[in-house]
């Protein structure tokens, strides 16, 4: 839930987010953002499945290496703090 009200507020477009709930994968949001997303949902769910591929299905979308590099810190870091706040038994807020 709190990841989720930071997207809302950096997108600020809560039918983008609606959209990205629902479908990540939809037509809709264009192949770049989709790209995008897949590598960021990957890198979250299968981090040992990632192969240089998945960078060039980014680079294909027009991102550049720094892009690419900002988005697996992002993924990365938010892995790390769920974690350490699973494994610490860190309660949500209401």
């Excluded at 037509?27 to 060039?56: H, I, N, S």
Aim: aromatic share 6%; hydrophobic share 40%.
């Amino acid at each position: 839930m709190h990841h989720r009200r930071g997207l809302r507020r950096l997108l600020r477009d809560d039918e983008l987010l609606a959209r990205l709930e629902a479908d990540p994968d939809s037509e809709e949001l264009g192949p770049r953002r989709r790209a995008l997303l897949r590598y960021a949902l990957k890198l979250t769910r299968t981090p040992d499945a990632m192969e240089p591929g998945d960078v060039e299905a980014l680079r294909d979308a027009g991102y550049e290496d720094a892009d690419v590099l900002g988005v697996a810190e992002v993924v990365a870091y938010f892995a790390y703090v769920n974690r350490i706040a699973d494994g610490l038994g860190v309660q949500l807020e209401a």
